[in-house]
């Protein structure tokens, strides 16, 4: 057994497929599928069931896979704890963000943080909160920026609050409610509404205001991009509830306050063993936050 045997069967879970797996890792398929079968001959098992649609591992798989991400992330960090030992930070940062993150300019953090630290190769993504807080437990990736309901602070990872926000409903230009000067979620129990998918934190946000509320919660459209929010609302084909900040950036819909809005919570979460890319680029995401907060 060796390392790239190790990486090429974790590439291979991560991405559900051989053929993904072999691009991800830079080789041929072959190459790659003729390793995995040494491995699991020296394991003496299967660690994959296979078919012509789809990967899954065998129970032995999942064991192997849990005592082969540590190890391998281990290996991988001993080349990067040294550099950092001697005043130098390098390796991977793997960030991820949701589509809706109003409190930090990532982009402008990132380039900052690769000014300081040119050896350090980044990766940047998007997805559901769902999905980073999973990627950061598992160690797939260093850092994530999430928004969860007021109720839903991340376990089992390091966490920073960022910020918490109330939502305002955005409705179509022409629309009777327009008029109102502060909304009530009973003003929207009737209203065909836009929202992210059921059993998505985002929704999680609006469901539980208007389960609190002894209210119905109609959603007609379920998205998973925010500015799909703002173009349904445009069309007339539904109103929105979205954090204040991203509705300020919305154009030709109304923006109202509701009184008894759903709130949400920012937060920055990471692994509480950081990459020494991790801890560097944690400290700077406090240092801007500390900075903001003393002006």
Known sequence: MNLKQIEYALAVVDTGSFTRAAERCHVVQSALSHQIARLEE?????????SSRRVRLTAA???F??????????TRRI???VAAACGEVRGQLSIGEITSLTELDLVDLLAGFHRRYPHVDIRWLMAKSELLIADVLERRLDVGFIGVW????????ECRLLAEEELVAVLPLGHPLVAV???SLAHLENQPLV?????TGARRQTDEAFAAAGLRHRVQFEVTNIRLVEKFVQRELAVGLVPARIACGFTEVAVVAVRDAPRRHLYAIWSKNPTPAARAFVQMIEHNLDARAAD
């Open 65 to 74: 896979v849990q005592s082969a991400r540590p190890a391998l992330e281990a």
């Open 181 to 183: 000067e502060e909304l």
């Open 150 to 157: 007021p109720g839903g602070r991340p376990e089992g990872v």
């Open 42 to 50: 020296t394991l003496g098992v299967s660690l994959f069931e296979r």
């Open 79 to 81: 080349a990067e704890d």
């Open 195 to 199: 929202d992210f998918p059921a059993g």
């Open 61 to 63: 798989g999942e064991a």
